[in-house]
């Protein structure tokens, strides 16, 4: 399941293409759908799995028991652990490219940046789907 029901991730067999994906849309500083006369703006390609990424991202793992467990993104996890600095910047990057792996739409993951700013997380994630490269900024 997704935030929006009437878009899911099909349900793919193994050597069968995958279909065009479509998403909302999202509005990436603002942390919310993008929405157009009452409804919500629809995209297709790699800006629906951009859209489907960044909110997979945002989403906490386990927490919401509309989703399935092997969505979302366990972040939150790292708050107040003792580890070093480094090994939570590591342990960042994992849990993002896990979760975006789930997608079988996304063939790669590289974490390029992870860096603290006070107690705030900042990611810079570049990721490849089966249209093309696109980056995050989360």
């Not at 279909?19 to 297709?44: C, F, H, K, Q």
Request: glycine share 6%.
């Amino acid at each position: 399941m997704t935030l929006f029901p009437m878009f899911s991730v099909p349900a793919t067999t193994q050597g069968t293409a995958l279909p065009l994906y479509t998403d909302v849309a999202m509005d990436y500083d603002r942390g919310e759908p993008r929405w157009e006369s009452g409804n919500p703006v629809i995209v297709t390609g790699l800006e629906a799995v951009k859209s489907w990424a960044w909110r997979a991202i945002a989403t906490e793992r386990y927490r919401w028991p509309i989703f399935t467990w092997s969505y979302g993104c366990e972040l939150k996890t790292l708050v107040g652990q003792p580890y070093l600095a480094e090994t939570k910047r590591s342990e960042a990057a994992r849990y993002v490219s896990e979760t975006l792996m789930v997608s079988p739409y996304i063939t790669a993951v590289t974490v390029k940046e992870v860096d603290f700013e006070g107690s705030t997380l900042h990611l810079e994630v570049e990721f490849e789907s089966i249209y093309g490269k696109e980056r995050l900024y989360v």
